[in-house]
């Protein structure tokens, strides 16, 4: 089947399609340009709105921060309840300024939602059916057992090599400690939910008590444990099986062929999402927060180096061609803030590299819950960086127990928003470090969010390709 052959003409981005003697590579490299295209115009548009569309909420609420700021060091010093009174009114003002602010900017927020929840739809009903005949192909449960072991091997390893270097970064820079940010009130509440380790629901949240929940409500890591279970349970029952696997072969391409439909919207969605953010953000938040956003960036740069210099010592110089394939996957994820939008064009860009189609089906869902690489080098950065922020010096000891505990919650939280932040939460309670000081980052988290996106594609695509290797799936 030819996944990139789009049968639907979408203005303006039309001439994506039926051009060229080469087809293929032409709609390929034309969908690249026009995300570029999208991507420059957005943030070009956003630097424009936010120096004269919203300019006016972005100041009002750059006054209400100082107004809160100074009632707040006024009532640190004499405790009254009419200050108190006063911040809360101040904080209400703020969160109205910034929902008029975020209605002026809707229409372009709507171009990223709507692309997203098409992506969002497709995902769930991608992963069971590709992720079934993946493990009924396999045809038996020692074979899922071994890629599942090889898989999960390299899957912790990575993970822990993205904490430790970011553990490592954040303690050479120090970036809390020379930033001197005024800081957040300790006791602030942020209307994030918390978190913090527990075995119960760890369990609970690998497995489902329903799978249509699961499917409504994209939980990943649940679907993939009743796909493994179901594919398996397929390939016992032997030839009354391949029914069922023809049947899902087709529903594996059918959704693929939605795809292709879906993805003409991606110079729309990139071009929304940049404007939006760059509205909301403008330069003075870059400005201030430059020294952060500049190390976290150097160290994923140094992530990307890493992953790909382990992958070399596998696939050999093929790792070149296989990033170069991940381009669009990875600036779709980078442009939206979201690895879930580059999902689909990741699984058909991985079987066009030559992985084997039940290992791409079987290790990449697995990799949503279990190997966001760019998430977990954030999570110990940002903590890491609160607690220099607060002047809490944490021993290494300390430091490698965080890290392990953060290892264990971050998995499988892919589908919830914002999970990061809240797994980060539940951490910082954990040591006794002021969660407020996620306030620090709330406001560049989407600009880190982005960098994140992207670095989980790489890894994820980095991944596929060395299991394929190990199981001698990895095609020329």
Known sequence: MDQEEFDVDIVPFQNIIFMSQHPQSSKKNKLTLYIFIALALGIGLGFVLNA????????????????IKTFKAANAAMGSADIATSIQSLNEKKTAVLKSRDAKLEPFSLMADIFLRLIKMIVAPLVFSTLVVGVAKLGDIKAVGRIGGKTLLWFFSASLLSLALGMFLVNLFEPGAHMN??????????????????????????????????????????????SLLFGTATAAIGEH??????????????????????????????????TAVIAKQGAGILATYSIFIGEFYLGLGMLWVLLILAAFLFIGGRVITL????????????????????FPKMMMELERFGCGKKIVSFVLPLGYSFNLDGSMMYMTFASLFIAQSYGIHLPIATQISMLLILMLTSKGIAGVPRASLV??????????????????????????????????????????????KWEGELHH
């Open 423 to 468: 797994v980060i939460a539940g951490t910082l309670s954990t040591f006794n470090i002021p969660e407020a000081g996620l306030a620090l980052l709330l406001g560049i988290d989407p600009i880190l969010d982005m960098g994140r996106s992207a670095t989980n594609v790489i890894g994820n695509s980095v991944a596929t390709a060395v299991v394929s």
């Open 181 to 226: 940010l005024p800081l957040p009130d300790a006791n602030a509440e942020l209307g994030l939910q918390k978190t913090a380790f527990s075995l119960k629901s760890f369990l609970y949240h690998i497995f489902p008590t329903s799978i249509f929940e699961s499917l409504a409500n994209n939980e990943i890591l649940q679907i993939v444990v009743f």
């Open 241 to 274: 099986g391949k029914i069922l696997i023809d049947f899902f072969e087709v529903v594996a391409d059918v959704i693929l062929k939605i795809t292709g439909y879906v993805m003409n919207l991606a110079p729309i969605a990139v071009f929304g999402a940049m």
């Open 52 to 67: 004269y569309y919203v300019q006016v909420d972005n100041v009002q609420i750059a006054q209400i921060d100082a107004e």
């Open 323 to 342: 990033i170069k394939r991940m381009k669009d996957p990875a600036l779709l994820a980078f442009s939206t803030s979201s690895s879930e939008a580059a």
